[in-house]
């Protein structure tokens, strides 16, 4: 049984459907939530390449994300279910490295996350943090594909 269902979104149709299938779980398991979203500054500034980095891109990054969170609590309260959020950052390393401690640190028995299913080169070129958190959670994994997303 599940009591601890940990949910990492980042605004995307497919972290959408990561979390409608969370809820749905806990609502079955009587378990909390806890919402997590990752600032990975590395990976905007390599979005935009060229461009001046400055704390004003963190900052905005921060406040995108704590936007996401907050709407993410209401839907999920407004669902009758107990959350929490966190705002994680991933300091030069990989949003599915700070996922995996995250699930680890508040001993989540599950992890609930959207995935773009890509393949081959879409693969190769946009990496997969859904991968990275598979392979480096020390609890089960559940990955919600959204085909509309492929």
Known sequence: MYQRILIPIDGSNTAARGLTEGMRL?????AKLRVVHVVNELMMVAA??????SGELVDALRESGRTLLLKAEEQVKAAGLQ?????LEAHGGQAGDAIAKDAE???ADIIVLGTHGRRGLGRLVMG???EQVLRQAKVPV?????????
């Open 26 to 30: 806990a609502k079955d398991q009587g």
């Open 48 to 53: 935009y390449e060229g461009a001046i980095y």
């Open 83 to 87: 959350v929490e959020t966190a705002l």
């Open 105 to 107: 640190l508040w001993k």
């Open 128 to 130: 997969s943090d859904a």
């Open 142 to 150: 559940l990955m919600v594909r959204n085909f509309s997303a492929t």
